[in-house]
């Protein structure tokens, strides 16, 4: 899955909840379908609430992976 396309970034790094995920869905309200976008999301409820409001939304999670700082969540806009 290296090999994804991201058409779009945020970084939601220090945004509190629950901005981050009105700040998420504004920017894939933005997007076209199939688009792909990677958050960038802070340890704890952020990545937590995120993930699954977009995928109550009905996105698809392409990939959540830990770095060293954050969390990178990507997205794929159904």
Same mark, same amino acid.
């Given at each position: 899955?290296?090999? *994804?396309? *991201?058409?779009?970034?945020?970084?939601l790094? &220090?945004?509190?909840?629950p901005?981050n995920f009105?700040?998420?869905k504004?920017k894939l309200?933005?997007?076209? =379908? &199939?688009?792909v976008?990677?958050?960038l999301?802070d340890? &704890?409820?952020?990545?937590?609430?995120?993930? =699954?409001?977009?995928?109550?939304?009905?996105?698809?999670?392409?990939?959540?992976?830990?770095?060293?700082?954050?969390?990178?969540?990507?997205?794929?806009?159904?």
């Open positions: 899955m290296s090999d *994804i396309k *991201i058409d779009q970034y945020l970084d790094q &220090g945004v509190p909840c901005l009105v700040k998420t504004l309200e933005t997007m076209d =379908a &199939g688009g976008l990677e958050i999301l340890d &704890g409820e952020p990545i937590t609430n995120v993930t =699954a409001s977009v995928k109550e939304e009905g996105h698809q999670i392409l990939k959540v992976e830990k770095t060293n700082t954050h969390w990178k969540l990507i997205v794929k806009k159904v």
